[in-house]
C-alpha cells in the first residue's frame, strides 16, 4: 500500500522560499501509472490544488500560482518537491502531497504539513 | 477556472437519516467529477470518482450520480463516522479545482 509523507520547514519568513518534500512508499514514482501532486488548505477553509508532475518530469501548475511554483522529481530518492517562492501569510496552510490516478483523482494523501509564514 | 459550487455548506443530520448534497459546475465537465470526504486534522479521502464509481473499500451506503453540470452525493443511511467534511473536485480542465465544502454534523 502506497504511502507519502511531507517533511519541511514549519515556519517560513515572509519573502523567503517554501521547500516540501514528499517521500513516496510502496509505490514507484517512476512507475509512470500516476501524476504526483501538491494541494493546500488554509485553516478553516477549501482545498487549492498547487501542481503537478508526471514521470517524464513535465509539470502543470494552477495559474494562481504558476510564477511563483516549481514541483520537481528525485526518482533515485522516490520523491518530489514543491518550491513556492515569494511566500507571504497568505500562503500559510496545511500542504499536502498527494497521488493523482487517471491523472487528478487523488487516491492516496500524505497526512498534511502546516506551514506558517511569519516573521 | 471552473467553478464549482456546493449545497448545503452545511447540514445538520441525525444517525440513520438520507442526505444528499449537491455539486454544481460552471460548465459542463461530463462526469469528471470526484467526491472525497475529510475529517477534522485529516487528509482527504476519496470516496467516489467519474461521478458514480464507489472507491474500493468504501461502504456502499455512498452514491454519487449525476454528468455535465449537476452531481449529487448521497448517503444513504448516516453512520456516526460519516459526520465529516465533503468536498467535490473536477478533472475536466485545468486547474483542478474543488467544491467549497459541505459540513456534515450531527443534529
Known amino acids: 500500500q502506497v504511502q507519502l509523507q511531507e517533511s519541511g520547514p514549519g515556519l517560513v519568513k515572509p519573502s523567503q522560499t517554501l521547500s516540501l518534500t514528499c517521500t513516496v512508499s510502496g509505490d514507484s514514482i517512476s512507475s509512470g501509472n500516476y501524476y504526483w501532486s501538491w494541494v493546500r488548505q488554509p485553516a478553516g477553509e477549501g482545498l487549492e490544488w498547487i501542481g503537478r508532475?508526471?514521470?517524464?518530469?513535465?509539470?502543470s501548475y494552477n495559474p494562481s500560482l504558476k510564477s511563483r511554483v516549481t514541483i520537481s522529481l528525485d526518482t533515485s530518492k522516490n520523491e518530489f518537491s514543491l518550491r513556492l517562492t515569494s511566500v507571504t501569510a497568505a500562503d500559510t496552510a496545511v500542504y499536502y502531497c498527494?497521488?493523482?490516478?487517471?491523472?487528478?483523482?487523488?487516491?492516496?494523501w500524505g497526512q498534511g504539513t502546516l506551514v506558517t509564514v511569519s516573521s | 477556472d471552473i467553478q464549482l459550487t456546493q449545497s448545503p455548506s452545511f447540514l445538520s443530520a441525525s444517525e440513520g437519516d438520507r442526505v444528499t448534497i449537491t455539486c454544481r459546475a460552471s460548465q459542463g465537465i461530463s462526469t469528471y467529477l470526484v467526491w472525497y470526504q475529510q475529517k477534522p486534522g485529516k487528509a482527504p479521502k476519496l470516496l467516489i470518482y467519474?461521478?458514480?464509481t464507489l472507491q474500493s473499500g468504501v461502504p456502499s451506503r455512498f452514491s454519487g450520480s449525476g454528468s455535465g453540470t449537476e452531481f449529487t452525493l448521497t448517503i444513504s443511511s448516516l453512520q456516526p463516522e460519516d459526520f465529516a467534511t465533503y468536498y467535490c473536485?473536477?478533472?475536466?480542465?485545468?486547474?483542478?479545482?474543488f467544491g467549497q465544502g459541505t459540513r456534515l454534523e450531527i443534529k
Open positions: 467519474a461521478a458514480s
Open positions: 498527494a497521488r493523482g490516478a487517471g491523472g487528478s483523482t487523488f487516491d492516496s
Open positions: 473536485q473536477q478533472l475536466s480542465s485545468y486547474p483542478i479545482t
Open positions: 508532475v508526471y514521470t517524464s518530469g513535465s509539470t
